[in-house]
């Protein structure tokens, strides 16, 4: 297997490597550094010996200590692993129907998944868990790295976005990369709604559940009007909200963008 030949885990697990996107000023994102990925635990023998390849200097997982006890990742060799907790975590049917409530009672509040998003800007270890992710990125030096959490689509897309806007990717080109989650989770969302059916038979319950298993534009969306809200412009959000000073975006762009 190689980087180009990844597409049934990609559509397994929701990994794939960011790059060769275009930046504002026409460089371009290095080849195999950047990764992004749903949870590991489902990488079959093939995968690990692939991604063994890939020499990673760093696993940056995002999940809770509840979702890593219920699924922990694979060992990794020569692999830096560091736990990032962001917002969010595994629900048991008991934690399931809470957060079921929650949706419920968000239909007419905005939803529960744009507050979510809202408390990544908001949120005190949300802040201090992004700003943790860009000094791994910049203590990589340049050798290629993974982040993730369990479904690989909001903390993990959330990060990327953050990356890629520091780099300088244009938004257009981000939400793109955003959105790929969709389609790469089509097979393991069906998987675990025949599950959830079974736990929610009311069509409405459900409906509202399955939405939860998607991204939308919206969803980041919210999160980068929060930013301008409340700190004046994501420029802002980043240099103020996660400390991302001139220099520090001068050297992720140095390591990960083609200088030519």
Known sequence: MNIMDNRTLESRTNFRPIASYRTKDGRKIIENRLFRSGELAQFNEEDLHFVQSLGLSYIIDFRSEKEIDVKPNPII?????????????????????????????????????????????????????????????????????????????????????????????????????????????????KKILKIINTMFPNKDEFEYLKESMSVKSSYLQVALDEAENSYGSIENYLEEGLGVTADIRSRLQQLYLDQE
């Open 77 to 189: 060799k020569n692999t830096n692993y560091v736990n990032i907790q962001a917002i969010g975590g595994a629900m048991n049917q008991d934690e399931m129907m809470i957060a079921l409530q929650k949706l419920l009672e968000s239909s007419q509040s905005g939803g529960f998944l744009e507050n979510v998003y809202r408390n990544f800007i908001r949120d005190t270890t949300s802040k201090k868990a992004f700003r943790q992710f860009i000094d791994l990125a910049i203590e990589a030096d340049g050798r290629p790295f993974l982040w993730h959490c369990t479904a690989g689509k909001d903390r993990t897309g959330f990060a990327a976005a953050i990356l890629l806007i520091i780099l300088g990717v244009p938004m257009e080109q981000i939400f793109e990369d955003y959105l790929q989650s969709n389609n790469n989770r089509i097979e393991e969302n």
